[in-house]
């Protein structure tokens, strides 16, 4: 063989074999159904929220809520609802009056004028932007029990 076709050859098979090589082995991860209903059995103060096992740069909670909750806003972190058991209505948009900062980026309390209401109940998802105000209104007497997965806002394209 020439060498200009032995680089060729040599660098085909590097391209080829680099990948399988950086692919990190990770062991998967599995909480069950009755597992996930055990972790939110009981809420404190009428809120309950427990991390689901995920892998690198995820985050995902199961939350159950049996009152409504306070505003919030997520600068950067935009919320996917999917619901598993009970309704509520959520509250997204609109403008914050009052309420203070938590943490930095993160906003609590104080209430929601303007918004749109989505009615939610099982096998229904919800994605909210960030930097939405939102709201998870429970009706009185109800309980809500929903996964959330939060992905960081990245800029437009």
């Known amino acids: 063989m020439k060498d200009g076709a032995m ?25 069950s159904a009755k597992d996930l ?15 689901i096992p995920t892998g690198p740069g995820a985050q ?3 939350a159950r809520r049996d009152r409504t909750g306070l505003v ?9 609802f999917i619901v598993q058991a009970g309704a509520a209505v959520v509250l997204v948009g609109g403008r914050v009056e009052g309420g203070a900062e ?11 004028a303007g918004g749109t209401r989505y009615p939610v109940g099982p096998g229904d998802v919800l994605w ?5 105000p939102h709201q998870v209104i429970v009706p009185a007497g109800g309980s809500f029990t929903y996964i959330v997965a939060k992905y960081e806002a990245k800029p437009a394209s």
């Open 128 to 132: 909210i932007p960030a930097g939405q």
């Open 60 to 62: 995902v909670l199961i």
């Open 7 to 31: 680089r060729t050859v040599f660098l085909a098979l590097a391209l080829f074999a680099a990948p399988t090589v950086l692919i990190a082995q990770e062991a998967a991860r599995y909480v």
């Open 72 to 80: 919030e806003v997520h600068a950067r972190l935009a919320d996917e």
């Open 102 to 112: 938590t943490a930095p980026g993160e906003r609590r309390g104080g209430e929601i």
């Open 37 to 51: 209903a055990a972790k939110v059995a009981e809420t404190k103060d009428g809120l309950v929220n427990v991390t």
